[in-house]
């Protein structure tokens, strides 16, 4: 065997070059997202204990060296036994769905405005739409508690224009907690549509309008269909955050606004039943997944048609 | 031993300090304070048994601090390096032996006792000339409907509600039967749409600018609440009811979490909140008693003569203590108290 056969076999037992670089985001992907989860997924399957960490371990070396394995399985039997976390669960998914079709609805338009205005504008209103970026989340949704506030600017105006008599209570109600959903996740609506719109072959339209077509046939025959990747891949931008969304609903919802984040925070922090809340998250976590995965299933096969 | 860092990391609960007790440690011994503060002891167990809190002092609840002692959470206290322990009230120390037995790793700190704070005007108008000596006050569906107008508050707090609701019910509260807690549970919930807001600190603010008019809250608080509305001078009286059937008294602790960083400053600081006129400012600030006898006798004659900070005998014997519980029952409970607190 010479040395040049000796290195090409050397380098095909190497990764090549490609490898490290798309290692990097693996190698992030595995520290920060599956060691985590399954920290996680451990922790749903002990048993709570009044120690430090509040659960027993879930693998135990004996003395008489065996590994013992104990799983609870009964924390996930609590989570689907108690119809409180169902509920939690369709509410949580009952008001990300409406954000998010409230943010589709509003982003739309101002997406495609963007996308359409002369070229030395678009910078700016891009700008103004990652502005609020520049200034911490918590603070925007405490910014929210001062304007909704009973006597904050909004309860001010409607009771200067007499249109009512006494403050409403806007704070602590699920409309608060829409408006405060809808503004902070709107920016992750209008990102991926507004890059699908600005992609979009204009001369497409023309010769629909040549054709025949209406204005509003043209939109939903030709612009809506050659943008749908912009919408889907921004309702799952806005959708998935806010379902387990936990500062929104705890500042701008009331005692009633029952969602899932504040049912883990919950079960870790004032049950300190970290075995539940660790299950919790797991069954949130696969049932988002499947949705995810249909969702894009959906898409594929309509793209092969 | 390697000399500390000038610091003491301490997390107590809210509005629960004189205003000038920190300033007076740090200028007299040049250790810096990090103040923190909580308001639910549910919050502060979980911090400490997930470890490394990074606190030197931290201030549960005896009930708390009960079980919390049992896992070693806690640093026992090197008395020697506490020269006013002595301050202490015997007749407290020797209570608090039924849940920090030997005094290891506590010292009081406030006494707490849970009851009814209200306005006087509105709660007449609302509910007119019946007597106001119990529990049915607000947990009575009847009058709770009426006080909703005017805003009935509760402390967001399984302990608490829960302890006095099975008070008016007649069952005992230290019992663990779950019958007993459902029973608990379902009347609580009837009771649950007039209630406005649980919370366990915005209610001292509330009261006193009538935003509401009747709250289950701890007499301090309450008190604090009767003299802020006195100072705003609007003519709103704030009193304090502990119902004929009684009603939970705690002690809140202080004590040193075992991987303190700082756990000689840690003692520092409690001898120096043990001294009898640092523990009568917290009386006079804050309205609780502090367990500490020296300092009972410098506090002001209208504050020593005032019955819901010192209550008499006959007053007394309705008070019960909030004992440890199992932790399973505490997963049930928590659970129910969830159910009522949202509504669901």
């Known amino acids: ?305 | 031993m390697i000399a500390e860092d000038r610091v003491v990391n301490v997390l107590n609960w809210s509005d629960y300090i004189a205003p000038d007790t920190i300033a007076r440690f740090e200028e007299e011994t040049g250790i810096k304070v990090n103040y923190d503060v909580f308001d639910s002891n549910e919050v502060l167990e979980t911090k400490l048994l997930t470890g490394h809190t990074g606190y030197d002092v931290v201030a549960p609840s005896d009930f708390f601090l009960e079980r919390q002692a049992k896992q070693g959470i806690f640093l026992p206290l090197d008395k020697s390096k506490l020269p006013h322990y002595h301050n202490l009230d015997p007749m407290v120390m020797s209570q608090l032996q039924a849940v920090d037995p030997g005094n290891r790793f506590g010292i009081p700190y406030s006494d707490v006792v849970t009851g009814i704070g209200y306005n006087v005007a509105a709660i007449k108008k609302v509910l007119g000339d019946q007597p106001l000596d119990s529990w049915s006050m607000i947990f009575d569906p009847k009058n709770a409907e009426k006080l909703k107008a005017c805003g009935l508050t509760m402390l967001d707090s399984e302990a608490e509600v829960f302890f006095s609701a099975k008070l008016w019910l007649g069952l005992d509260p230290a019992s663990e039967r779950r019958e007993d807690l459902q029973a608990t549970e379902i009347m609580l919930r009837a009771v649950r749409p007039s209630v406005r807001e649980f919370h366990s600190s915005k209610y001292i603010s509330d009261l006193a600018n009538g935003e509401t008019c009747v709250a289950l809250g701890w007499s301090g608080d309450v008190l604090q609440a009767r003299d802020r509305a006195r100072e705003a001078g609007k003519g709103i009286e704030i009193v304090f009811l502990i119902p004929k059937e009684g009603g939970m008294v705690t002690f809140d602790m202080l004590a040193i979490p075992a991987d303190a960083p700082h756990p000689d400053n840690a003692h520092k600081f409690l001898d120096f909140l043990m001294r009898a006129e640092v523990a009568a400012a917290f009386t006079e600030a804050r309205k609780y008693p502090s367990g500490n006898a020296a300092a009972e006798r410098l506090v002001s004659p209208e504050l020593a003569s005032d019955e819901i900070i010192f209550p008499p005998a006959d007053v007394r014997v309705r008070l019960k203590p909030h004992r440890a519980e199992s932790l399973m029952y505490t997963r049930y409970a928590n659970r129910a108290w969830t159910r009522v607190r949202t509504g669901h």
């Open chain 1, 1 to 305: 065997m010479n040395l040049a056969s000796l290195k090409r076999a050397a380098q095909r037992l190497l990764p090549s070059g490609g490898w490290y670089v798309i290692a990097i985001p693996y190698l992030w992907l595995l520290l920060f997202f599956l060691i985590p989860f399954l920290i996680v997924l451990k922790i749903s399957f002990a048993n709570i204990a009044l120690a430090m960490p509040p659960v027993e371990p879930v693998f135990v070396w004996t003395q008489e060296q065996i590994l013992q394995i104990r799983l609870h399985f009964s924390n996930f039997g609590f989570v689907f036994g108690d119809s409180l976390y169902i509920e939690a669960f369709l509410t949580s998914v009952r008001i990300a769905g409406v954000s998010t079709l409230l943010a589709l609805l509003l982003g739309y338009p101002m997406a495609y405005g963007i996308a359409r205005a002369p070229s030395g504008w678009r910078n700016v209103l891009f700008l103004l739409v990652v502005l609020p970026f520049f200034t911490s989340f918590l603070l925007r949704v405490y910014a929210w508690l001062g304007l909704l506030g009973r006597s904050g600017p909004l309860n001010g105006l409607l009771l200067h224009l007499g249109l009512i008599h006494e403050p409403l209570q806007l704070l602590q109600t699920d409309f608060a907690v829409y408006v405060g959903m809808v503004y902070s996740y709107l920016p992750f609506m209008i990102l991926p549509l507004y890059s699908a719109i600005e992609k979009l072959d204009l001369n497409l339209l023309e010769a629909a309008a040549d054709l025949g077509c209406r204005p509003a046939q043209v939109f939903f025959k030709i612009t809506l269909p050659l943008t749908k990747e912009g919408i889907f891949a921004g309702c799952l931008l806005v959708f998935i955050p806010a379902v387990g969304e936990y500062v929104i609903p705890a500042l701008l919802g009331g005692p009633d606004t029952l969602m899932i984040g504040r049912v883990v925070w919950d079960e870790f922090f004032a049950n300190r039943d970290w075995p539940v809340a660790s299950a919790l998250a797991i069954v949130l976590l696969v049932l988002l997944a499947g949705l995810v995965l249909l969702l894009q299933r959906i898409q594929a096969r309509e793209e092969a048609t």
